[in-house]
């Protein structure tokens, strides 16, 4: 009995410890943050981005904001006006879904004159079934992605743990 009780709140444990394995949360520009004359495009160069990662803009409210647009608009640096802006500081974007993905600062001048945006490829979930044929595939980053984080390993330890003791 005392097992079986045993093995129940493992089991508990691991199911809440699993989601926070399968996402990383991705601090834009790192340090930095979201701010003016930093180079997006080589932070974003050696990481692979997941549907289920989070990318986090952390900046001055007030200042800057965050604008998810297409790809035309972020070439030009402008926003349409149904576009969501996030303005907080600290703005969560869950990557719900992959493919490519553009984010620019909508403050005049910052994206053009100052480089605020963002591109980046967001690939499917780790451990997805693989794309379809003839879909386009993203080459792989030069560094491994690493798809475990401590949580992730105590919840397989635990697991294995309580399976020995069962």
Same mark, same amino acid.
């Given at each position: 009995?005392?097992?079986?009780?045993?093995?129940?709140?493992?089991?508990?444990?691991?199911?809440?410890?699993?989601?926070?394995?399968?996402?990383?949360?991705?601090?834009?520009?790192?340090?930095?943050?979201?701010?003016?004359?930093?180079? &997006?495009?080589?932070?974003?160069? =050696?990481?692979?981005?997941?549907?289920?990662? !989070? *990318?986090?803009?952390?900046?001055? +409210?007030? %200042?800057?904001?965050?604008?998810?647009?297409?790809?035309?608009?972020?070439?030009?640096?402008?926003?349409?006006?149904?576009?969501?802006?996030?303005?907080?500081?600290?703005?969560?974007?869950?990557?719900?879904?992959?493919?490519?993905?553009? &984010?620019?600062?909508?403050?005049? =001048?910052?994206?053009?004159?100052?480089?605020? !945006? *963002?591109?980046?490829?967001?690939? +499917?979930? %780790?451990?997805?079934?693989?794309?379809?044929?003839?879909?386009?595939?993203?080459?792989?980053?030069?560094?491994?992605?690493?798809?475990?984080?401590?949580?992730?390993?105590?919840?397989?330890?635990?697991?294995?743990?309580?399976?020995?003791?069962?």
């Amino acid at each position: 009995m005392a097992s079986s009780n045993i093995f129940f709140i493992i089991a508990i444990v691991a199911f809440f410890a699993v989601p926070s394995c399968l996402a990383t949360e991705f601090i834009v520009g790192d340090e930095k943050g979201w701010s003016l004359d930093f180079d &997006y495009q080589s932070w974003a160069a =050696g990481k692979e981005f997941h549907v289920g990662d !989070k *990318l986090v803009f952390n900046y001055r +409210a007030g %200042v800057h904001n965050v604008i998810g647009v297409s790809g035309i608009e972020f070439q030009q640096c402008q926003a349409s006006s149904n576009n969501t802006v996030r303005s907080t500081g600290n703005d969560v974007i869950t990557l719900s879904t992959p493919g490519r993905k553009w &984010y620019i600062c909508g403050v005049p =001048g910052h994206c053009a004159a100052r480089n605020m !945006k *963002l591109n980046i490829t967001v690939l +499917a979930q %780790v451990g997805s079934p693989a794309t379809a044929p003839g879909s386009p595939t993203s080459p792989s980053a030069a560094t491994p992605n690493v798809a475990f984080s401590f949580y992730g390993w105590i919840a397989v330890m635990v697991s294995f743990i309580g399976l020995v003791f069962v």
